[in-house]
């Protein structure tokens, strides 16, 4: 019973990771930039939606609404802003200009005094609820990450292989010249993701707040989601939210049952498994060009 | 202007191309082997830092700049260096011995990072370095019988060598002596098939495969080089100052490392130094600077981070060759004079192919 509880708890933490990793794999899949400012895009939308619930006063669900579309507006003008002049460039110009803009993002709301310095909490409706079912327990809080999860991923991954505008994406990344010439709006296309990946981000910003605190280094966890996108493969957008799984639930049981320490680098050590084993993780596709 | 005329085939690879190279770089030599009768105490500190980041620097431009794998790792292998050399140096090894062992042990640490880079490439690679890292700090601070946790680890003042490098300018001609070899190594490493096999992976995987280039040695060998400068460094850090933490080791060194090969200029070693001196000179910049700002910016705890970022997105967005590609174009007006075309380094734009097959 006590297993299955830890289960439980990793599966909840898994789908926190899951919902950052998405926005990775949203982006490389589309625009095969990797964006190292997904932890502080998400941080970001959880103060946007802190700063909505204090100063504005709307409730939880309007929140989680006007952040969602202050961060798609802001991922829109970031790629506009920083991406678009790195366009066709290699890709450490584009991760050099993520990093950088999060240390920018980082830096400049813990220059807010008092509002970024500090540690916040964000009260949900369904906040301190709990479900029991057979001696088990889990809070409402995980239960809504873990729907918002799902629900993403899978209106995510139907976007990209049911839509024009999602096979597009696709086309896009895989031959950006060959996608022109067939008439795709490749730039427009890459600003239309960065805002979804936003969007994502500020989802997981804003479900994360009732359980997490919202301060400025909140962002760190996309160190965290990272090795959950590798694991899943990188351009797999179900395989982020199975990476995140795997990963919440593994980090959970050697924190149990191992010793001090390898909680920390339970993360590290799989993704290490992963690329030496499977280097294109469990769901990504491998390629290799014949010579 | 200068004209050069070949008239011999080691003239495309010699370090010291013309008469020109040889007065500056010596004049530039008399200066820094001047140094400590010039500047005060302070200087000469920041002068020894700027040295060991100028080492970690090279040890980093070689894979980032010349092989064209990304690691963000590299905080790690400075780390090891640093408690190799450390733990050595408290068990009474002599100097030259306890650095030899900090390079091998960063080197053994690179060739392991080096195995998953022979499958994967791009952010993978990038991703594994992290992980490394990570792994390297974990240990650093769990293993507490040998490296004292977080508690934190002194170290003392290098032993052999005579005893003359424990008070400060020795240790900063100890340091100069060591970044002016490592230079001249890496230097002539990069005319040697090797180094322009590292070009060659660099440019075209596929290519370079075609040209009979073993594409995963070559790398192996790019990564343990690498970890192996980045590890010297380590050493002559952990001397310098005196207490090592895991916390000095982070991901966010590598990411200030990364940095500082970008800002200097990727794909060149003068870009090495420049960073060095530029990673070193702005934390000072920025305090003299607070003191010109209102108290509500310049007191502000995030406006090193973000002036980090700041620089780091407009270096890459106005002058992606970094410091030392801006020097490059300042060199060639003055050439040039009055005849430097605007059009001259204009940026090509081209739609990007994919890199999962380059």
């Known amino acids: 019973m006590q297993f299955v509880q830890i289960v439980i708890g990793g599966i909840s933490q898994g789908f926190v990771y899951g919902l950052v990793a998405l926005g990775f794999v949203l982006i490389y899949k589309a625009t095969e930039a990797v964006n190292f400012a997904q932890g502080e895009l998400m941080m970001l939308g959880a103060f946007c939606g802190l700063a909505l619930a204090t100063w504005a006063g709307l409730p939880y669900w309007a929140v989680l609404l006007g952040s969602v579309a202050i961060l798609a507006a802001f991922g829109f003008a970031t790629e506009f802003v920083l991406l678009r002049p790195v366009f066709g460039e290699p890709s450490f110009s584009a991760i050099m200009v993520t990093i950088g803009l999060g240390f920018l993002a980082r830096g400049l709301v813990t220059m807010i005094p008092g509002f970024g310095t500090d540690s916040h909490s964000l009260d949900a409706p369904f906040k301190g609820q709990v479900i029991e079912a057979g001696g088990l327990v889990i809070g409402m809080e995980h239960v809504v990450i873990i729907g918002a999860g799902l629900l993403l991923s899978a209106t995510l991954y139907g976007l990209f292989r049911f839509t024009r505008i999602g096979i597009a994406m696709q086309a896009v990344s895989q031959n950006q010249l060959a996608a022109w010439y067939v008439g795709i709006p490749v730039r427009r296309l890459n600003g239309l993701v960065w805002a979804l990946s936003a969007a994502v981000a500020a989802v997981a910003g804003v479900l994360l707040a009732p359980i997490a605190f919202i301060h400025a280094n909140m962002g760190f966890i996309g160190l965290k989601a990272f090795p959950a996108a590798v694991i899943g493969g990188f351009d797999s957008l179900p395989g982020a939210i199975a990476g995140g799984l795997i990963l919440g639930v593994i980090e959970a049981l050697a924190g149990f049952y191992l010793p001090e320490g390898f909680k920390d680098v339970a993360a590290s050590v799989v993704v290490l498994v992963v690329l030496a084993v499977r280097p294109h993780g469990l769901f990504g596709q491998a390629s290799r060009k014949r010579v | ?358």
């Open chain 2, 1 to 358: 202007m200068r004209f050069l005329y070949k008239t011999d085939y080691d003239q495309d690879i010699r370090l010291v191309r013309h008469s020109g190279y040889a007065f500056w770089y010596g004049l530039l030599l008399a200066l820094l082997i001047a140094l400590p009768w010039v500047v005060s105490d302070y200087l000469l500190d920041q002068a020894i830092f700027i040295g060991i980041y100028a080492i970690a620097g090279l040890g980093l431009m070689l894979v980032v700049g010349y092989t064209g794998l990304v690691s963000l790792g590299h905080a790690a292998f400075l780390g090891i260096g640093a408690y190799t050399e450390a733990i050595l140096t408290a068990r009474g090894w002599p100097f030259p011995l306890s650095v030899s062992a900090a390079v091998l042990a960063a080197a053994s640490a690179g060739v392991i990072v080096g195995l998953p880079a022979l499958r994967v490439r791009g952010i993978y690679l990038a991703i594994a370095t992290i992980a490394l890292g990570t792994i390297v700090e974990e240990i650093l601070a769990r293993w507490e019988s040998v490296t004292g946790g977080n508690a934190g680890l002194s170290v003392s003042t290098p032993r052999g060598l005579f005893g003359f490098i424990g008070a400060a300018p020795g240790f900063y001609y100890l340091t100069l002596a060591i970044a002016i070899s490592s230079t001249l190594v890496v230097l002539n490493l990069l005319r040697s098939p090797t180094g322009r096999a590292f070009v060659a992976v660099r440019d075209s995987e596929t290519s370079a495969r075609s040209l009979g280039i073993h594409v995963a040695r070559t790398k192996t060998t790019a990564f343990a080089l690498s970890a192996a400068l980045t590890g010297l460094a380590g050493a002559l850090y952990a001397h310098k100052i005196r207490f090592l933490s895991p916390d000095q080791f982070t991901v966010l060194q590598s990411v200030e490392l990364l940095m500082l090969v970008f800002v200097g200029g990727v794909g060149s070693v003068h870009g090495a130094v420049l960073g060095a001196v530029f990673l070193i000179a702005l934390p000072q910049m920025i305090a003299i600077a607070k003191d010109f700002l209102p108290p509500a910016i310049g007191g502000a705890a995030g406006l090193q981070s973000a002036v980090f970022g700041a620089l780091i997105v407009g270096f890459v967005l106005f002058e992606p060759l970094g410091l030392y590609g801006r020097w490059v174009k300042i060199r060639h007006y003055l050439e040039m004079f009055p005849f430097y075309r605007r059009g001259t380094y204009r940026r090509v734009r081209v739609f990007q192919r994919t890199e999962r097959n380059r």
